[in-house]
């Protein structure tokens, strides 16, 4: 027998493509791909969970895809594929954001306070955005797109304890880490864990890819150019 609400959770709007399962209360998770061969890993890797879970595609009830921000290409194939599998077998579809993904991870670690999510964006920024973990979590800022020394420079003299979290808390860890009063918190599968709880619960909503800028071949062309 199929479970009450079997949830598919699509990540690719990082460098990691990933899924998770979640069936009867239980979540599986599978990391694919590190390499961004999104589109080569994608499809076989549902069709394995699956498999293994005893369910085909038509039975998922839901499909969640982290919308970004994050890597154009990758963000792109994660939502088509998304769309598609909806509309295909009439599942509920629903977009989350990979910084919302981020603070709802830890706060299912029991982390509580001010938390910064950020993602590593290339060309020396970070996609970045603040939460307030409580009971609940609130969202403390809009999504933006920053340099890390701007980041720096809103926390650099308020020695509030505030935790750090993403690849882009990684990547600029020596930087980070000079204020002393910034935790920052190591990347666990809670964070696609979390794409299923946050999925199963949301209405459906029309997913659109959260870019905040122009893709980096654009991006290239116009510094061509200029």
Same mark, same amino acid.
């Given at each position: 027998?199929?479970?009450? %609400?079997?949830?598919?959770?699509?990540?690719?709007?990082?460098?990691?493509?990933?899924?998770?399962?979640?069936?009867?209360?239980?979540?599986?998770?599978? !990391?694919?791909? *590190?390499?961004?061969?999104?589109? *080569?890993?994608?499809?076989?890797?549902?069709? @394995?969970? +699956?498999?293994?879970?005893?369910?085909?595609? &038509?039975?998922?009830?839901?499909?969640?895809?982290?919308?970004?921000?994050?890597?154009?290409?990758?963000?792109?194939?994660?939502?088509?594929?998304?769309?598609?599998? @909806?509309?295909?077998?009439?599942?509920? +579809? %629903?977009?989350?954001?990979?910084?919302?993904?981020? &603070?709802?991870?830890?706060?299912?670690?029991?982390?509580?306070?001010?938390? *910064?999510?950020?993602?590593?964006?290339?060309?020396?920024?970070?996609?970045?955005?603040?939460?307030?973990?409580? !009971?609940?979590?609130?969202?403390?800022? @809009?999504?933006?797109?920053?340099?890390?020394?701007?980041?720096?420079?809103?926390?650099?003299? $308020?020695?509030?304890?505030?935790? =750090?979290?993403?690849?882009?808390?990684?990547?600029?860890?020596?930087? =980070? $880490?000079?204020?002393?009063?910034?935790?920052? &918190?190591?990347?666990?599968? $809670?964070?696609?864990?979390?794409?299923?709880?946050?999925?199963?619960?949301? *209405?459906?909503?029309?997913?659109?890819?959260?870019?905040?800028?122009? &893709?980096?071949?654009?991006?290239? =062309?116009?510094?061509?150019? $200029?």
């Amino acid at each position: 027998m199929g479970c009450p %609400v079997n949830t598919l959770f699509i990540e690719t709007a990082t460098p990691l493509c990933a899924i998770a399962l979640g069936c009867g209360g239980v979540i599986v998770v599978r !990391e694919l791909d *590190e390499d961004r061969r999104h589109v *080569e890993a994608l499809t076989p890797g549902i069709e @394995a969970i +699956l498999r293994e879970q005893g369910l085909t595609v &038509a039975q998922l009830d839901r499909i969640v895809v982290d919308r970004g921000p994050g890597l154009f290409t990758g963000l792109r194939v994660g939502v088509a594929t998304a769309i598609a599998l @909806a509309d295909a077998v009439g599942a509920t +579809l %629903v977009g989350v954001t990979s910084l919302e993904l981020l &603070a709802h991870g830890l706060w299912l670690e029991g982390h509580r306070g001010v938390v *910064e999510c950020l993602i590593d964006g290339r060309r020396g920024e970070v996609f970045s955005q603040a939460f307030v973990l409580t !009971e609940t979590v609130t969202a403390r800022t @809009a999504a933006s797109v920053r340099t890390p020394q701007d980041v720096v420079v809103e926390y650099g003299t $308020s020695g509030a304890p505030t935790t =750090f979290v993403g690849d882009g808390a990684e990547r600029y860890r020596d930087l =980070f $880490s000079l204020m002393t009063w910034i935790t920052i &918190a190591p990347v666990t599968d $809670s964070w696609l864990r979390a794409g299923v709880t946050l999925g199963t619960v949301r *209405e459906a909503s029309e997913v659109q890819p959260l870019y905040l800028r122009e &893709a980096d071949a654009v991006a290239n =062309f116009t510094t061509r150019k $200029s």
